[in-house]
Structures are given as structure tokens and as C-alpha cells.
């Protein structure tokens, strides 16, 4: 006859279950007790990343906060300096105001901080989710993408003023930049995807 106790140990963040061995010998008059000891078996990890707040998402939102919250002090900052008297002032003897620079710089940070807290969000989407390591360098690339656009956009009012004669040249010098990221994911999206089906093929043989 066994005697079961659950105990939970909030210190240790673990779940035992204490379990008592008791032996019983038959007699003449009966079934009487021989010997009981106990042992602590069946430890079920709950570690605090499970009960946390953001629960499954606990290993990518750190990079996702810090990515977020820097875009949102920048668009804050531009906007304030955007509101200053005579920002809107061309520089003397150019025809460049004074708010292109202030949103080139601010933009320029902007999309260094995508780009850089973007990697850093695919990767712990890769170290967190190993069946989703496939599509890690797709999200990797988003963010490029969208780092190379906002550059596009900040820069444009200070770069346009010297392609008047080819306005066409200055987008394309941007889809050029972008194309080397797009080539590069499409070559390791299908080196992957060939390399996860080719494993798969071996093991059914």
C-alpha cells in the first residue's frame, strides 16, 4: 500500500511528488507493517519563463521592445523638432531647409535602428523556435527592407535636388541597394527549404 503526497515548493519553482513505500506482511491474524520509507520522485519543471507574462513570446520580446520603443522616442523627437520656428528656412545659398537635414539625421536613425534590433528580433526568433529556422532570414529581410524604404523616404528631400536632369536615377540607386538583400534571402530561403526536403526524403527511405 502506497501513500502519495503532492508538495510545491515556490522557492525552487518545482512541483515533487513525495511518495511512501510501506511494506505489509500477512500473518495469523491479519496484515501487519514491516518497514515504510519515503522518496521525492516526478519533479515538473515550472520555471518562471512559462508563467511569465508574455508566456510562449518571452525570448523575442526583449529585441521586439527595444525596437519598438527606440522608433517610437524617434518619431517623438522629429515631430518636437519639426515643431520649432523656422525649421521650414532653406539653408543660405541652397535651396536644402533646414527640417530636411533634421529629418535625414533623425530617419538615418531610424533606419539603423531597424536594421540593427531587427537582426537581433530574427535571431532570437531563430534561437527560440527551431521549427520556424527556415523563415528566419524572410524576417531578417523584412526589416532590411524596411530600413532601405525609410532611407529612401528622409533622404529624398535632400537627395532629389541634385537629380533634376534624371529623376529616375535616385530610385533606382534604392531598388539596386534593396536587390542585393532580396537575392541574397531567395538563394537561402531555397537552400533551405531543398535542404529540410532532402532530409525529410532520407528519413522516409
Known amino acids: ?14 512541483v515533487v511528488t513525495r511518495i511512501w513505500w510501506c511494506g505489509f506482511q500477512q500473518g495469523n491474524i491479519g496484515w501487519h507493517l514491516v518497514s515504510c520509507s519515503n522518496g521525492e520522485e516526478n519533479m515538473t519543471n515550472t520555471s518562471s ?5 508574455w508566456g510562449a513570446f518571452t525570448p523575442v520580446m526583449p529585441a ?3 525596437l519598438i520603443a527606440g522608433v517610437i522616442v524617434l518619431v517623438i523627437i522629429e515631430a518636437v523638432v519639426l ?5 521650414g528656412q532653406n539653408i543660405s ?9 533634421a529629418v535625414f539625421m533623425i530617419g538615418l536613425v531610424v533606419a539603423l535602428i531597424v536594421f540593427k534590433f531587427g537582426t537581433q528580433l530574427a535571431k ?13 532570414p524572410l524576417l531578417a529581410y523584412i526589416f532590411q527592407i524596411i530600413a532601405i524604404v525609410i532611407l529612401y523616404n528622409v533622404s529624398s528631400g535632400i537627395a532629389t535636388q541634385y537629380f533634376t ?3 529616375w536615377a535616385y530610385p533606382l540607386i534604392f531598388l ?25 526524403h532520407s528519413q522516409n527511405n
Open 176 to 200: 539596386l541597394i534593396a536587390l542585393m538583400p532580396t537575392l541574397k534571402v531567395v538563394v537561402n530561403l531555397v537552400h533551405n527549404l531543398e535542404g529540410s526536403s532532402g532530409t525529410k
Open 124 to 136: 532570437a526568433v531563430s534561437d527560440a523556435y527551431k521549427n520556424y529556422q527556415t523563415y528566419v
Open 64 to 66: 521586439f521592445i527595444r
Open 1 to 14: 500500500m502506497d501513500r502519495f503526497l503532492l508538495r510545491y515548493e515556490p522557492g525552487m519553482k518545482k
Open 49 to 53: 519563463g512559462s508563467n511569465s507574462t
Open 93 to 101: 545659398g541652397s535651396s536644402i531647409s533646414i527640417a530636411n537635414i
Open 83 to 87: 515643431g520649432f520656428p523656422g525649421i
Open 165 to 167: 536632369s534624371a529623376p
